[in-house]
Every structure is written in structure tokens, then in C-alpha cells.
């Protein structure tokens, strides 16, 4: 019954692979986003989806590539990885759009070699 | 936000007594603040909020105190438990996203 979840919940890589983080929320929200947590714990909003339609794209490499195929879902996919990458990246979600009560997920904890 | 730093402020307290974890903000506009808790591992987990026509928000062992005069916020931590050891963000809201501070960890000792 997690409200919120993701996977991989880590995933290590070398530089310049390409790959995928999934996100799924049964909460029946309208709104999901991606945020990225650097080593000092600073969490920085990515991107985020309004049933289905993006909402919020921040000042991220456009190697990275967000895709919701449904309301349910928001998947990050990331090109060309680069040692910078390596974060925390938490998907989260909430009721409707713009809430301060946001849902996150457990965390993908990406490392790029 | 919070003041940036190479290693998160640590706040350490005694099981038992009460904790106050402190946020300044920039801007004067901000009219909804958020407090969220961290746990090693774990995502944010939202605690309590605040709008800006009001100056004081109790929950469940936590009070958040607003001061719009000098852009300050607070969160207090009633009897801190073990359990509360935790880092804690507090957040503004900008139009549909939410802005984090820095953080601040929490750590209780018996």
C-alpha cells in the first residue's frame, strides 16, 4: 500500500549510459514532480506534471527528459550521464498543484563512475 | 532560505526537552511556508504549514512561529523524542513549486 514509490532505489553507472528512473503514486493526485538532493542534503525541484501536462521545467540539461504516460506516473529519464549527476533523485506528488503537502517517494540514489 | 554551508547546522538536544529549529526567508512576498522532515534513508515527509495572515500554527507537539517583520520562521519540537532525530527543511511556496532551505539536522541524545 505505498503511496508513493520508485525504482530503482539505487542505481550505478558509468558516464555516458543512459537510464531510466520509474515513479508511480496511488493516491489519486493530480500533480507529480522530480526533485534532485545534492550530497549537502539540498533539494532542488526539477520538473513537475498536472495531470499529464508539464508544469514546471527548471533549469535542467535537457538530458534529462521527464515523461508522464498517465496521471499515476512520472517517469525521469536521464542521457549521456555525467559524474555531476549523481544525486539523490525523489519523486513526490500532491493533491492538486502548487500544495506545500507533497507526498515523496523513498529516493533512487543514483551514482555515475 | 537557510544559510549554506559545507556541513548541515546541527541542532542537539536532550530527549525530553524541546527543540527550535530556526529559517530565515528572502523574499517579502512569500505568503505559505512549509516544514518537512527527513529521515536518514528516507524522503520528506511534510509536517506542518503556515499561511502569511497568521503567526503562529500548533500541530500535534509542533508549533511553527511566522514573524513577516524580520522574515523568520520556527519550528518547535515539543518533549523531542529519539524518534525526532531527523534533518528538517522549511520550504516557500513560488507560484506551483515549493522552494527548500537548507536544512537543519536534529539529534536527540537519551
Known amino acids: 500500500d505505498t503511496a508513493v514509490s520508485q525504482t530503482p532505489k539505487y542505481l550505478v553507472t558509468q558516464m555516458g549510459n543512459d537510464k531510466s528512473i520509474k515513479c508511480e503514486q496511488n493516491?489519486?493526485?493530480?500533480?507529480m514532480y522530480w526533485y534532485k538532493q545534492d550530497s549537502k542534503k539540498f533539494l532542488k525541484i526539477m520538473f513537475s506534471y498536472n495531470n499529464k501536462e508539464l508544469i514546471i521545467n527548471e533549469t535542467v540539461p535537457n538530458r534529462f527528459s521527464p515523461k508522464s504516460p498517465d496521471k499515476a506516473h512520472l517517469n525521469l529519464h536521464i542521457n549521456s550521464l555525467e559524474l555531476g549527476d549523481s544525486a539523490v533523485y525523489f519523486c513526490?506528488?500532491?493533491?492538486?498543484?502548487?500544495?506545500?503537502?507533497?507526498?515523496f517517494g523513498p529516493g533512487t540514489r543514483l551514482t555515475v563512475l | 532560505g537557510e544559510s549554506v554551508g559545507l556541513h548541515l547546522p546541527t541542532l542537539s538536544v536532550q530527549e525530553g526537552d524541546n527543540s527550535i529549529i530556526n529559517c530565515a526567508y528572502s523574499n517579502s512576498a512569500s505568503d505559505y511556508f512549509i516544514w518537512y522532515k527527513q529521515e536518514s534513508g528516507k524522503g520528506p515527509q511534510f509536517i506542518i504549514d503556515i499561511r502569511s495572515n497568521m503567526d503562529k500554527r500548533q500541530g500535534q507537539r509542533v508549533t511553527v512561529l511566522l514573524n513577516k517583520t524580520v522574515k523568520h520562521l520556527s519550528l518547535q519540537i515539543a518533549a523531542t523524542q529519539p524518534g525526532d532525530s531527523a534533518v528538517y527543511f522549511c520550504a516557500e511556496q513560488n507560484t506551483d513549486k515549493l522552494i527548500f532551505g537548507t536544512g537543519t539536522r536534529l539529534q536527540v541524545f537519551p
Open positions: 513526490a506528488s500532491s493533491q492538486v498543484r502548487g500544495s506545500g503537502e507533497q507526498f
Open positions: 493516491l489519486g493526485h493530480d500533480t
